[in-house]
């Protein structure tokens, strides 16, 4: 999941009508940082950069979701999603410096 960051415009969200979401200036996605902390379960982008079985396993913590259909999408993701090498890329250069760095 990606969460959006935008500045809403209140002069048209307050307003009578259908709601209208408008944005100005810049779209941006909130990834989060790509390694987690502590003991934390991995979020975003950080999911992508653990093997498939871990990815499978995180997405598979709700069990109110068809498992097949979280296997299904994981094998989609990981065959289309242009920015998964990108990540796992970058990991592997976190991995090599100093933890102080």
Excluded: W
């Excluded at 997405?59 to 999603?81: E, G, K, P, Y």
């Amino acid at each position: 999941m990606t969460l959006v960051g935008v500045k809403i415009d209140n002069s048209v969200t307050r307003q009578s009508g259908p709601y209208c979401f408008k944005i100005q200036e810049e779209l941006h996605y909130l990834t989060g940082t790509l390694l987690s902390h502590g003991n934390q379960t991995p979020i975003y982008a950080q999911i992508y950069i653990l093997d498939t079985a871990e990815q499978l396993n995180i997405r598979r913590a709700n069990n109110n979701l068809n498992f097949i259909v979280i296997d299904n999408l994981q094998t989609m993701l990981l065959d289309s999603h242009s920015y998964i090498g990108q990540y796992q890329y970058a990991y592997e250069l976190i991995k090599e410096k100093p933890a102080d760095e």
